[in-house]
T-cell receptor
Framework: AQSVSQHNHHVILSEAASLELGCNYSYGGTVNLFWYVQYPGQHLQLLLKYFSGDPLVKGIKGFEAEFIKSKFSFNLRKPSVQWSDTAEYFCAVNSGGGADGLTFGKGTHLIIQP | NAGVTQTPKFQVLKTGQSMTLQCAQDMNHEYMSWYRQDPGMGLRLIHYSVGAGITDQGEVPNGYNVSRSTTEDFPLRLLSAAPSQTSVYFC?????????????FGPGTRLTVT
């Protein structure tokens, strides 16, 4: 069974700091990769996704992620965070089949201090 | 489009009571799924369906039943609620026709079992 690891469970940053959240997955075959964000009291929203092509993908709100196949990684980055980025961030993987669903990491709780 | 809708938003049950969490989508998606979200655990798949009349178990299916009689609806039934089922429940749907099979999430149901 595939698994997803997110290295940081809690991250606290100041506004304008740079952000990198780590994500590693265990599946060796074709994968589709996602980062979702959950703002306080809200449901999950898609930040960005990767399934083929350029391994550097850009998402909403200035976020980007890089797929490194050799490292089984899909790290999320943002050059300068804002207070409104305070949220829970989830990395998820689908093993290439539409009927396989998503396997989620345990999430990273990000707090941005003004 | 309403996307994925869930009812109720909040529910309190007593141990042993039964209830059904409703989920509907208007995107004509083949795939629908139920997740539960618990602190520090991420989202875990309960049950999923790849079409009307087809359901299967996910990672944590015990204590839950599902059925899929139409493409649009995918209710989750708790037959005899237990305190361990206190959680936030999310329904999601996706198309299986082409990758990356991005899942769209509903707003969630917060369930407390006393």
């Amino acid at each position: 069974a595939q698994s997803v690891s997110q290295h940081n469970h809690h991250v606290i940053l100041s506004e304008a700091a740079s952000l990198e959240l780590g994500c590693n997955y265990s599946y060796g075959g074709t994968v589709n990769l996602f980062w979702y964000v959950q703002y306080p009291g809200q449901h999950l929203q898609l930040l960005l996704k990767y399934f083929s092509g350029d391994p550097l993908v850009k998402g909403i709100k200035g976020f980007e992620a890089e797929f490194i196949k050799s490292k089984f990684s899909f790290n999320l980055r943002k050059p300068s965070v804002q207070w409104s980025d305070t949220a829970e961030y989830f990395c998820a993987v689908n093993s290439g089949g539409g009927a396989d669903g998503l396997t989620f990491g345990k999430g990273t709780h990000l707090i941005i201090q003004p | 489009n309403a996307g994925v809708t869930q009812t109720p938003k909040f529910q309190v049950l007593k141990t042993g009571q039964s209830m059904t969490l409703q989920c509907a989508q208007d995107m004509n998606h083949e795939y629908m799924s139920w997740y539960r979200q618990d602190p520090g655990m991420g989202l875990r798949l309960i049950h999923y369906s790849v079409g009307a009349g087809i359901t299967d178990q996910g990672e944590v299916p015990n204590g839950y039943n599902v059925s899929r009689s139409t493409t649009e609806d995918f209710p989750l039934r708790l037959l005899s609620a237990a305190p361990s089922q206190t959680s936030v429940y999310f329904c999601a749907s996706s198309s299986v026709r082409s990758p990356p099979y991005e899942q769209y999430f509903g707003p969630g149901t917060r369930l407390t079992v006393t």
